[in-house]
């Protein structure tokens, strides 16, 4: 290859890696900033002392991101509690459990023990992946267990739920590691988490050519993710698919997988939408309790299917009832 091909290859792949987590972080916002209509009231609570108590940054490892928020119930009386975790948004390069404080509330409020988790952030100054950001969240759920136990609250089930790169991290456990989960993993809920990487889905990024340029794109961007070294070589003889099992969630399930709840935007430039593809499948193949709901208007924020975005709420509300009911 000529020299200043080689040089506009890897233009193009750090110009892609800027661009994509940089997209995802205000992708990620938008469930920030989105207008709440009248429906979403259900879905939130005024939280006081009579709800119940959040512990900050309570600690499980040695990184300085090493941190959740545990809410627990005003209620202490039962024998046994169910747990929800939520995973914060963020491109997986930004973010924190404290954005994600009213939906943990509402959750508490519902007779949960409910946790936020921070994990190591991808900067310019350290190797943090998709993969290592899983391993934190894994290393987690032991002490918060042990955390909500010493506050009086025994645990025996879990649910894991988050939204974009939460949403992968959320189905990177119940997929993936549930197996090795102190509590049992009953449900998973998302929203918009890239669940697969193949390089033919991702076309919002141009990672679909068949270009040397694009090979180069692809196997930086994710190897980057992966935090496995990439050529374009692998990506051109799809030996990339290997490496980037780790990390994909829709290559963990099988006949055992938890019941699931879906949304996803149909116009979504932050993540490709065609990517679900392969998580459907998936749980079709293997017959998994699964809820799958399109956003046939919106993007990464879901922000322009209101009553979309309601049905999720009721079927996650209905799956917890289900799968995961409260100890009266």
């Known amino acids: 290859m000529k020299k200043n091909e080689r040089k506009k290859g ?55 991101a090493n941190t959740f928020d545990l809410y627990v119930p005003s209620d202490n009386t039962k024998e046994n509690y169910g747990l929800v975790v939520y995973l914060h948004a963020g491109g997986f390069t930004s973010g924190d459990k404290a954005d994600d404080a009213e939906i943990l ?31 934190e969240i ?27 790169a939460g949403g992968t991290l959320a189905m990177l456990y119940a997929y993936r590691d549930a197996d090795q989960s102190p509590l049992p993993v009953k449900l998973m809920f998302e929203m918009v988490g890239p669940a697969s990487f193949h390089v033919e889905d991702w076309g919002i990024y141009g990672l679909d050519q068949q270009t040397e340029e694009a090979y180069t794109a692809a196997a930086g961007l994710f190897g980057v993710m992966s935090g496995v070294k990439l050529t374009s070589d692998m990506v051109k003889s799809q030996e990339y698919l290997t490496h980037m099992k780790p990390i994909s969630a829709y290559q963990w399930v099988n006949e055992h997988s938890v019941p699931s709840v879906l949304l996803y935007g149909t116009h979504d430039k932050v993540q490709p939408y065609q990517g679900v593809r392969h998580l459907v499948d998936a749980l079709e193949k293997h017959q998994v309790d699964y809820a799958y709901f399109e956003a046939p208007h919106s993007g990464h924020g879901v922000q322009n299917d209101d009553k979309v975005f309601q049905q999720f709420m009721e079927t996650v509300v209905e799956y917890l009832k289900t799968y995961m009911p409260v100890q009266s």
């Open 105 to 135: 509330q509402w959750l508490c409020s519902k007779g949960y023990v409910a946790a936020g988790i921070n994990y190591t952030l991808r900067t310019e100054e350290n190797e943090a992946s998709v993969y290592s950001q899983s391993l």
């Open 10 to 64: 890897k233009v193009m792949f750090i110009f892609l890696c800027f661009l994509i987590f940089t997209l995802s972080f205000i992708g990620s916002a938008l469930f920030k900033i989105t207008h709440k209509p009248a429906w979403a009231k259900e879905f939130s609570v005024e939280w006081n002392d009579s709800i119940g108590t959040v512990y900050h940054d309570l600690s499980y490892g040695d990184q300085p």
């Open 138 to 164: 894994k290393q987690s759920i032991p002490f918060i267990v042990e955390e909500a136990q010493k506050r009086g609250y025994h645990l025996n089930e879990m649910a894991i739920s988050g939204g974009s």
